[in-house]
Antibody, heavy 119, light 106 residues
C-alpha cells in the first residue's frame, strides 16, 4: 500500500524559506519511472502543480515558480524535500505531495499540510 | 502554460441524475488528461487517467471521454457520495489543473 505524508511548519513569516518534507512508503524512488511531486491549493482555490522529481533525479518545476523552488530526494530515507524561498502571504495554502509513474497522472496523494504565511 | 477551462463552475443536480462536466485545453494535450474528485478538507482522488481509463476501485458510473482539446467527465447516475468538487488536469506539458467544478445537491 502506497502512502505519503507531508510535514513542515504551519506558519512562516514573509521573506522566509519554507522547507517541506514528504515521507512515503510502499514504493521506492529508485524504481524506474517513479516520481514524487508537490501540488498546492490556496484556501477555496484550485490546485497548482509546483515541482516533481523522478527516480533518476530528473527534476521539473513550474515555470512560474521555478526561481523559488528546489526539490531533492533521499532515497535511503524514502523522503522528498521541497524548499520555497521568499515566502509571501499569497503562498498560504495546503501543500500536497503525490506519487506518479511514467509521467502520468497523480495516482496517490498525501493528506496535505496547511502552511500560513503571516508576520 | 497550457490553460485548462472547466464548465460549469457550479452544477446543481439530484441523486440519480446524469451529469456531464466539460474541460477545454488551450492547446492539444492528446489524451494526457486526468480527472480528480475532491471533498472538503481531503486530498484529491484520481478517478480517470488517459482521458477515459477508469482508475482501479472507482465506480463504473464515472466515465471520461475526449482527446485533443475537449474532454468530458460523466457520472451516469449520481449517488450521495458524489457531491464534491471535480478537477481536470493535463499532463502533456508539465501539469496544469482546471479551476474546478463544484457539484452541489439540488
Amino acid at each position: 500500500q502506497i502512502t505519503l505524508k507531508e510535514s513542515g511548519p504551519t506558519l512562516v513569516k514573509p521573506t522566509q524559506t519554507l522547507t517541506l518534507t514528504c515521507t512515503f512508503s510502499g514504493f521506492s524512488l529508485s524504481t524506474s519511472g517513479v516520481g514524487v511531486g508537490w501540488i498546492r491549493q490556496p484556501p477555496g482555490k484550485a490546485l497548482e502543480w509546483l515541482a516533481l522529481i523522478y527516480w533518476d533525479d530528473d527534476k521539473r518545476y513550474s515555470p512560474s515558480l521555478k526561481s523559488r523552488l528546489t526539490i531533492t530526494k533521499d532515497t535511503s530515507k524514502n523522503q522528498v524535500v521541497l524548499t520555497m524561498t521568499n515566502m509571501d502571504p499569497v503562498d498560504t495554502a495546503t501543500y500536497y505531495c503525490a506519487h506518479l509513474v511514467d509521467d502520468s497522472s497523480w495516482e496517490i496523494w498525501g493528506q496535505g499540510t496547511m502552511v500560513t504565511v503571516s508576520s | 502554460d497550457i490553460q485548462m477551462t472547466q464548465s460549469p463552475s457550479t452544477l446543481s443536480a439530484s441523486v440519480g441524475d446524469r451529469v456531464t462536466i466539460t474541460c477545454r485545453a488551450g492547446q492539444s494535450v492528446s489524451s494526457r488528461l486526468a480527472w480528480y474528485q475532491q471533498k472538503p478538507g481531503k486530498a484529491p482522488k484520481l478517478l480517470i487517467y488517459k482521458a477515459s481509463s477508469l482508475e482501479s476501485g472507482v465506480p463504473s458510473r464515472f466515465s471520461g471521454s475526449g482527446s485533443g482539446t475537449e474532454f468530458t467527465l460523466t457520472i451516469s447516475s449520481l449517488q450521495p457520495d458524489d457531491f464534491a468538487t471535480y478537477y481536470c488536469q493535463q499532463y502533456n506539458s508539465y501539469y496544469t489543473f482546471g479551476q474546478g467544478t463544484k457539484l452541489e445537491i439540488k
